[in-house]
């Protein structure tokens, strides 16, 4: 069935359910691609700051906090595209894209310190890799995907693999588990294979100067505002109506809450909706210098359970138990923390070789949570003050008891967890004085979906960005389907709404396609060269 895209869309509303990059893209490309007026575009939010996974926020005196940061690369086409006209948040005069590349170009990464074991580097001139594990890898590359529906990590690759240089770079660098998909982790490998040479020295990889929030989201915001642009925060979509004709999918309605108010939202013949279905980030929790975050679920979780309504609707709107029913396989606990005093810094330094924001990933490989910390360049707000320092962890085995600290990290404090990173990195002493002098902040976070979208799963869990027959709507986000591309990246978010907006509207554009590094002979000889060392 041919989709009628609108040419004219003047008199369209355009409704877009959650506020994270996927749907910010969309909305940019909707006014500067398609036409649609800004006044036009309502973005409805759940929560009260928009932005999804790209987050930051907090002062020096109760502490900065940071949920995670999305690595970036050069070949990211549809993001830097985004992001091209949209003007950075200190300088109006150029673009995000030429800020962050010219950020990266004078704070390199170069891991010296990428893996820990007892407290010293470990040396990484070999990944690892017996001659099973390299000849399973590059059996994995030319496996076709459907072949691997619903399988694990662990169902392809034998026990020594989980305990070579190369898992541990890998698990720690992109968050997967042994029972992540394999089929995910495949995509990765073709998608990313011009990256593997540097892997051990997060070679290629991309920061932004400030936190994500401050440097991608607020510059989006800024933009979409001053284009009349509506954000409607606090307000939930709680169910979606739809009309089945035929082959047609048509979006009729939106139930909505906000501050205990149900409304209903009625869609003319010429307004659309952009549906971000299911989040990484939904449902988190802060907890404190003194105590824990507590664990939430789903149904705390408006994009969740706005999913699991919409689901039985139609068998092409995708499968969300699959992503989000196993919440102990899903969860992930990271942690930020703030020191008014340099001495950590100074002596990660000159430990590592790397001065901030060059180094990326340190992971402490012997420990039992699989601790991995961040220092990125400072300040990472543009709020911080010069004798304030920030850094970022976080942990792939939450519910495991610690080395020093006999507790699950999940039930531990922000001073318990920095108590069992000093043990890691041998600097107890070194620290008491400071953490004694009241000198030091942690902030522990709770994040219930955060891997979610490496789940386990089979062609159709994920909904097509455009399926068979939606006259008016897309699906958008990390569980949108889209081909070749690697979900847990902006990149995948971006080419959703490219995927959304040039299908649904005239543009005279195509999407951007996926940078295939895979067919280049120069790269696999270098990816082969490297696994096999």
């Not at 040396?123 to 890799?129: A, K, M, P, R, V």
């Not at 990590?153 to 720690?172: G, L, P, R």
């Not at 012997?366 to 850094?391: E, G, T």
């Not at 847990?488 to 999407?511: I, N, P």
Request: glycine letters at 6%; aromatic letters at 12%.
């Amino acid at each position: 069935m041919q989709r009628e895209k609108n040419s004219n869309p003047k008199d369209s509303k355009i409704y877009l359910i959650g506020s994270g990059i996927a749907s910010l893209a969309s909305a940019t490309y909707l006014i500067r691609d398609a036409g649609v007026p800004g006044k036009n575009i309502h973005i409805l939010e759940q929560d009260s700051t928009i932005g999804g996974a790209l987050d930051g926020d907090g002062d020096s005196e109760h502490g900065f906090i940071i949920r995670g940061g999305r690595m970036h690369e050069e070949h990211f086409v549809c993001y830097w595209d985004l992001l091209s006209n949209i003007p950075s948040y200190d300088d109006h005069d150029i673009s995000v894209t030429e800020e962050t590349f010219e950020f990266n170009s004078r704070f390199v990464s170069h891991a010296q310190a990428r893996l820990l074991k007892d407290g010293k580097r470990v040396d990484l001139s070999s990944l690892g890799l017996t001659l099973k594990d390299q000849a399973d890898l590059l059996k994995l590359t030319f496996a076709s995907e459907k072949s691997l529906d619903n399988l694990r990590i662990e169902d392809w690759f034998k026990n020594e693999f989980f305990e070579s240089n190369y898992w541990y770079i890998w698990a720690t660098t992109f968050a997967f588990q042994k029972w992540s998909s394999v089929a995910v982790m495949r995509r990765y490998m073709k998608r990313f294979i011009h990256l593997v040479e540097g892997l051990p020295t997060l070679g290629g990889i991309m920061r932004t100067k400030y936190n994500q929030y401050h440097s991608v989201v607020m510059p989006l915001k800024r933009y979409l505002c001053g284009k009349g642009v509506q954000f409607h925060l606090n307000t939930q979509v709680t169910d979606i109506d739809f009309s089945f004709f035929l082959d047609k999918k048509t979006v009729t309605g939106l139930h909505t809450l906000k501050n205990h108010e149900k409304q209903k939202i009625s869609l003319g013949e010429r307004d659309y909706v952009f549906i971000t279905n299911g989040s990484i980030t939904a449902s988190t929790a802060n907890g404190s210098w003194t105590e824990a975050p507590v664990l939430k679920y789903k149904s705390t979780s408006g994009s969740w359970k706005l999913w699991d309504k919409i689901a039985p609707k139609n068998n092409a709107f995708g499968n969300p138990g699959v992503f989000s029913d196993n919440i102990d396989l899903q969860k992930w606990y990271s942690f930020t923390a703030t020191l008014k005093d340099n001495t950590f810094h100074n002596y990660m330094e000159n430990f590592s070789g790397n001065v901030d924001g060059t180094g990326g990933l340190v992971t402490l490989t012997d420990s039992n949570w699989l601790m991995s910390i961040v220092i990125a360049r400072q300040p990472h707000f543009p709020n911080q003050p010069k004798d304030v320092k920030v850094f970022w962890g976080d942990a792939l085995y939450p519910d495991n008891e610690g080395n020093y600290i006999k507790k699950k990290m999940s039930e531990c404090s922000g001073k318990e967890i920095l108590e069992e990173l000093w043990y890691h990195l041998k600097v107890q002493e070194l620290m008491k004085p400071i953490v004694d002098a009241g000198k030091v902040n942690c902030i522990p976070v709770a994040m219930p979906f955060i891997d979610s979208l490496f789940m386990p799963y089979e062609q159709g869990d994920r909904p097509d960005v455009l399926p068979e027959g939606a006259a008016n709507f897309a699906f958008l986000g990390q569980f949108a389907e889209v081909p070749k591309d690697c979900v847990f990246t902006v990149e995948y978010s971006v080419r959703c709404a490219q995927t959304a907006v040039y299908g649904l509207f005239e543009t005279e554009k195509k999407v951007l396609p996926v940078y295939d590094s895979i067919y280049r002979p120069d790269v696999l000889i270098k990816a082969v060269k490297t696994i096999s060392k």
